[in-house]
């Protein structure tokens, strides 16, 4: 169901940048990317989106190449709190949901 | 900031026994989900609620399966005959509606014995 895909695991060094990649190469033009996050088993946190543009929020930022086939969301200094598993999720038009694939597990090293 | 809430955090019933989960959304927002997690798996869409009635619901949200708003405010999922496999955290979830994010809840733990 999930129509984006994201390496399994990564790794940053904090107060590094942590730049994670999702493609989405069937994208349609009216469908957003959206970021979230899971930390342990909690619910999954709201981080970014974005339609076509650059953006940019206290979290992080996201970068949407100008071919909407692939997004970075870029976490300028990642903190031991940021480790994660963090998920891209392109919302469909279908309905209102949406689906979650397996995401990236960051892990933040000291 | 406003939340999502949702109770019990954490919730143990025997097998075929009736289970109500429930969910306080963000006031005003429109549309209404639930989602479930089984440990060590993936998160997956159950059902989607907007005025007043289903507008999409999975494979997983089969007959045993409910959703109601009662009040104006609660949102509530029951799970009519629970049995070993629906053990898993069920996470709540409102949006404001098309292209707006969806703000989750902290979950309900089900175990089912």
């Known amino acids: 169901d999930a129509k984006t895909t994201q390496p399994p695991s990564m790794d940053c060094a904090e107060g590094r940048a942590a730049n994670l990649p999702c493609n989405h190469s069937?994208?349609?033009?009216?469908?957003?990317v959206y970021w979230y996050r899971q930390i342990h088993s909690q619910g999954p946190q709201y981080i970014i989106h974005g339609l076509k543009n650059n953006e940019t929020n206290e979290m992080a930022s996201l970068i949407i190449t100008e071919d909407r086939k692939s997004s970075t969301l870029i976490l300028p200094h990642a903190t031991l709190r940021d480790t994660a598993v963090y998920y891209c999720?392109?919302?469909?038009?279908?309905?209102?949901?949406?689906?979650f694939g397996t995401g990236t597990s960051l892990t933040v090293i000291p | 900031e406003p939340e999502v809430t949702q109770t019990p955090s954490h919730q143990v019933t025997q097998m075929g026994q009736e289970v109500i989960l429930r969910c306080v959304p963000i006031?005003?927002?429109?549309?209404f989900y639930w989602y479930r997690q089984i440990l060590g798996q993936k998160v997956e869409f159950l059902v989607s609620f907007y005025n007043n009635e289903i507008s999409e619901k999975s494979e997983i949200f089969d007959d045993q399966f409910s959703v109601e708003r009662p009040d104006g405010s609660n949102f509530t999922l029951k799970i009519r005959s629970t049995k070993l496999e629906d053990s898993a955290m069920y996470f709540c979830a409102s949006d404001r509606g098309l292209d707006s994010p969806l703000h989750f809840g902290n979950g309900t733990r089900l175990t089912v014995t």
């Open positions: 069937t994208i349609s033009g009216n469908e957003y």
């Open positions: 999720i392109v919302r469909l038009r279908r309905g209102n949901q949406f689906y």
């Open positions: 006031s005003n927002h429109l549309y």
